[in-house]
């Protein structure tokens, strides 16, 4: 197995291989390994894709294509606050491409991008089953609905303060 330490700290190796020895006689092992991967590096970087690969006697190219094909699997770093602007129908009407556009302003980011500081990572969805309050953000599991343009920079500011706290 590659040593994954380049993407992640020795420990975080550690246990990703533990879970690859742990899984990898039960058929089907694939899913279940790139979800623990993914909660003990927060992203698949192609590293930790390649061990998992070896470690399972398989090719790059087919976790490469489970990696790709499932969108709770992300390829890029998270932040540890993580956007994600709902940009459904109701919202969109509403206006959320507006709230979209300012977030990525006061962020300095684009949607899809992590903050340098690793503070917030910006996606966008299609429905948080919230279509009363739109627009809407969630930022982790927190629903802010009704949002404004003018709104955004005061949401993001409590969580740099907690960060400054």
Request: hydrophobic share 35%; aromatic share 6%; with cysteine.
């Given at each position: ?50 061990t998992i690969a070896e470690g399972l006697g398989i ?45 990525e302003k006061e962020l300095g980011i684009s949607c ?54």
């Amino acid at each position: 197995m590659e040593n994954c330490e380049a993407c992640g700290t020795p420990e975080q190796a550690e246990k990703l291989k533990a879970v690859i020895e742990e899984s990898k006689s039960t058929p089907g092992c694939l899913m279940h390994i790139l979800q623990e991967a993914q909660g003990i590096y927060g992203f698949l970087p192609m590293s930790v894709q390649k061990t998992i690969a070896e470690g399972l006697g398989i090719s790059l190219s087919e976790v490469y294509g489970v990696v790709t094909f499932y969108s709770q699997f992300s390829l890029k770093p998270k932040g540890k606050h993580r956007i994600s602007v709902c940009l459904g129908t109701a919202c969109y009407v509403k206006g959320s491409d507006k709230i979209l556009s300012e977030i990525e302003k006061e962020l300095g980011i684009s949607c899809g991008e992590c903050t340098e500081d690793g503070l917030f990572s910006i996606d966008s969805c299609r429905c948080v089953g919230a279509c009363g309050l739109a627009p809407v953000m969630m930022i982790g599991d927190e629903v802010y609905g009704k949002l404004t343009p003018e709104s955004v920079k005061g949401i993001l500011d409590k969580y740099r303060k907690e960060e400054n706290a």
